[in-house]
């Protein structure tokens, strides 16, 4: 019954390896993914923020630091975002929807006629500089959690495949051999028993 036990012990905890190096692999190509998108990202993300710095230090130096000031408290508002999950090997995932961040000069609050071009660039920039770093936000965030599970999912397997199995398939051998030596017992007592048996018969046929 032992045996079979372990046995079944082993099947089971092969499978699961099976299983979780699959689910490893679907994580890994789901991880690579989103990774490969953001590192484009980044890359627009970096280009976008040095064009926001370059342009806000040409505003401030000429039309100076209060006029940069104000139009950037005219040009304040809600940005709406819309959060949305999905589930991916029963992870939650998550992204951001927004409408366009960028506006038109006309749309900022200020006076189109009376703000100069260097603010209005400048407050271009950084909007498309927000835009990006929204779009950047969910995904890093999902890489996050993403590899946090594939180290799970690896030190399952390490669980399982260098300390379960092995005790498993030790315990398999030293029970599969105690019902050896059990079993070659039980026929050399058998044997010894019909031994005797033989020989009381022989002696029971030369009585007279």
Not at 11 to 32: C, F, N, P, T, Y
Request: charged residues 35%; positive net charge.
């Amino acid at each position: 019954m032992n045996v079979l036990a372990r046995r079944a012990q082993i099947r089971l905890a092969s499978d699961g390896v099976v299983l979780l190096k699959g689910k490893r692999e679907a994580l890994l190509k789901e991880l690579l993914v989103r990774a490969r998108k953001l590192r484009k990202l980044r890359h627009e993300l970096h280009r976008r923020g040095r064009a926001a710095v370059a342009a806000l230090a040409v505003a401030r130096a000429t039309s100076g630091a209060p006029e940069v000031r104000s139009a950037a408290i005219a040009g304040q508002r809600r940005v709406p975002l819309t959060v949305k999950s999905e589930k991916v090997w029963g992870l939650e995932l998550y992204d951001i929807e927004h409408e366009p961040i960028v506006r038109s000069p006309g749309e900022r609050g200020t006076g189109v006629l009376t703000t100069s071009s260097q603010i209005l660039d400048a407050a271009e920039t950084a909007e498309a500089l927000l835009e990006r770093l929204v779009e950047c936000a969910p995904i890093e965030s999902n890489i996050q959690v993403l590899g946090d599970e594939v180290r799970k999912v690896s030190r399952r397997i390490s669980a399982l495949d260098d300390h379960l199995l092995p005790r498993l398939r030790d315990d398999l051998r030293r029970i599969s051999r105690a019902l050896e030596e059990r079993e070659r017992e039980d026929v050399f007592r058998l044997k010894r028993i019909k031994q005797k048996k033989a020989a009381a018969r022989r002696n029971a046929a030369g009585d007279p």
